[in-house]
């Protein structure tokens, strides 16, 4: 099954999603480097 594509995310969301996910420092975050 495809899924529908998301609208992109407003700037300031997505700057917000990042700034929480950066607190909270998931594993994925420091993937690949």
Excluded: Y
């Excluded at 609208?7 to 594993?27: C, M, N």
């Amino acid at each position: 099954r495809v899924r529908h594509p998301l609208q992109p995310l407003h700037p300031e969301t997505r700057k917000g999603l990042l700034e929480i996910a950066r607190r909270l420092d998931p594993v994925v975050l420091r993937w690949g480097r």
